[in-house]
């Protein structure tokens, strides 16, 4: 690959702090490329990558017979068919460059780990973008046209006619389904504290109603719309994330602690061990005739 040519010969340890910020700019500079290429091939299928995009709102439509004649989408102003040539260039490109960013995070921070951090390392960044690709494809084929039926029923029921903007739309699509991808990796993000002992398992799993007030307000924080249907089945699904986070990191804890000969469950340390006694020592008569 390119970037196998473009990295330095050299390793880590034998590189100066000013060798690895360069190492660090060159890594940012492939990223900006991969993710320049994706906004340009973007803008070269510039009419596909617009009905693309418009599949949930067709979805929507099947949705509530009450949409089928729901108007086009409209644009009232140059600027407005601007943005949403950039909305629809921004979200190929990221989508595009995101397997390569991850790649290139793993290329950069990889000679500096030990073997076993790095076969630990390569779940970690399959795992975000794992994670990242169903928050993002739940939120296109889920979250957004179940929030565009809701929006349409509120503005219907207050007998409210409306034509929804093109760039607003795009914007609507491209947020929701890039913010819930990176709502995803708030799991990765808890076991990674947990691997770090940074924070114990069981202190997570005890903090239950603090997190989900967190993830409620996360949930608010990624749906744009903010309706109940939705931040529902977000607030579920991260919920739901948070408690197999708390189980894998429960697990990882356990096998690193096992290595390196401490008790498995750090709570143990809390406790007194088996073999120590408790030694009564007797009063002298003296405290007695006190």
């Known amino acids: ?5 473009l990295r330095r010969k050299r390793t880590k340890s034998e590189m100066t702090f000013l060798e690895h910020v360069d190492d660090l700019r060159v890594s940012l500079l492939r990223v900006i490329g991969v993710f320049m290429l994706g906004v340009g091939a973007a803008l070269y299928f510039y009419k596909e990558i617009p009905v693309f995009l418009q599949l949930p709102l067709e979805w929507a439509k099947e ?12 644009e009232f102003t140059f600027m407005g068919v601007w943005s949403v040539l950039l909305y629809s ?53 889920l979250l957004t046209p179940m929030s565009i039926v809701v929006w349409h ?31 995803l990796q708030f799991p990765l993000v808890l076991i990674i504290l947990m691997w770090l002992e940074l924070v114990r398992p069981m202190t997570l799993l005890k903090s239950w109603r603090g997190m989900l007030f967190g993830i409620v307000a996360l949930s608010a924080i990624v749906t744009p719309i903010g309706d109940p249907v939705t931040l529902g089945i977000l ?18 804890v ?33 405290s007695h005739r006190d």
């Open 1 to 5: 690959m390119l970037s196998t040519f």
């Open 63 to 74: 949705m509530d017979v009450s949409m089928a004649n729901f108007p086009q989408l409209r």
């Open 89 to 141: 260039a921004f979200a190929a490109g990221l989508a595009i460059a995101s397997p390569f960013i991850v790649y290139e995070i793993a290329r950069f921070v990889g000679p500096a780990l030990t073997p076993r951090e790095k076969r630990g390392l390569i779940p970690f960044c399959v795992g975000a973008l794992v994670l990242f690709v169903c928050g993002a494809v739940m939120a296109f084929m």
């Open 153 to 183: 029923s509120f503005a219907q029921n207050m007998g409210m006619v409306t034509d929804w903007q093109a760039s607003d739309y795009y914007s609507f699509v491209v947020m929701m389904s890039l913010l819930t991808g990176v709502a």
């Open 235 to 252: 607030t579920g699904v991260l919920f739901i994330l948070y408690l197999i986070a708390v189980f894998i990191g429960k697990g990882i």
């Open 254 to 286: 356990r096998r690193k602690r096992v290595a390196r000969g401490d008790k498995p469950d750090p709570e143990d340390e809390d406790l007194p061990d088996e073999d120590d006694e408790v030694i009564d020592v007797p009063s002298s008569p003296e």
